[in-house]
């Protein structure tokens, strides 16, 4: 899969659910993943696993991720360690507290 696949579900009007386990993410599909992640800030659903995601990476997508109303994300068996977990702790707790206003 490359960065065109992402560019073309990007087209679509809505997305809710992204399921992209078991691809290997090439660092030239950074910026194709983030702009799909900034562009459904409603997607609920969001898997990354096994897909040799590193630290650089994941703190890229958990920036673009803080303004979105996440509510599942697999990030299992990828190659990140603690220096990523503090950007992933920011946006649970947003997440969180999202969910808190609309209950």
Known sequence: MSSKVIDAVSSLKQLFTF???NNVLQPQMNESIVKMIQ????????CL???GMTDAMS???????QNTK???????????????????IKVVGQNQSL???AM
């Open 99 to 101: 969910e808190k206003l």
């Open 19 to 21: 399921d992209f386990s």
């Open 39 to 46: 562009k459904y800030p409603d997607m609920e659903i969001l």
């Open 70 to 88: 996440l509510q599942f994300l697999n990030i299992s068996w990828n190659q990140i360690t603690g220096e990523s977990m503090p950007h992933l």
């Open 59 to 65: 703190k890229t997508y958990f920036q673009s991720m």
């Open 49 to 51: 696993d096994h897909c």
